[in-house]
């Protein structure tokens, strides 16, 4: 069964980075859009950023563009999420995911994004 293990989190002071990391068994990145989204304290959820499967395509979260990148490496079967420019509201639980819609993301942006198949996170704390 599909399984994504996320990494890489850690706490920092604003304006530092992180990379985040997200291997999978049973999924290969090649043929498969994927995203990141995060999750408060509070419980709300912000898709963060994906990548599309055909063209290698980003796209972004406003409150993200500029800081964020979102890449992955198919040999090794590796998402990332490189995070620059950290900011408090940037705290959260970050997952990497399987993006379901690519298309409606494509033309709607990543806040269409339906994601399934998520790891268990990994927490970002930016003070």
């Known amino acids: 069964h599909v399984q994504l293990v996320e990494s890489g989190g850690g706490s920092v002071q604003a304006g530092g980075s992180l990379r985040l990391s997200c291997t999978a068994s049973d999924l290969t990145y090649r043929d498969n859009s994927m995203g990141w989204f995060r999750q408060t304290s509070g419980g709300e959820r912000e898709g963060v950023a994906s990548?599309?499967?055909?063209?290698?395509?980003?796209y972004y979260a406003d409150s993200v563009k500029g800081r964020f990148t979102i890449s992955k490496d198919n040999a090794k079967n590796t998402l990332y999420l490189q995070m620059n420019n950290l900011k408090p509201e940037d705290s959260g639980m970050y997952y990497c995911?399987?993006?379901?819609?690519?298309?409606?993301?494509?033309?709607?942006?990543?806040?269409?994004?339906?994601?399934?198949?998520w790891g268990q996170g990994t927490q970002v704390t930016v003070s």
């Open positions: 995911a399987v993006v379901k819609n690519p298309t409606k993301v494509r033309a709607a942006g990543i806040g269409s994004a339906d994601f399934g198949y």
């Open positions: 990548i599309y499967a055909v063209d290698g395509s980003t």
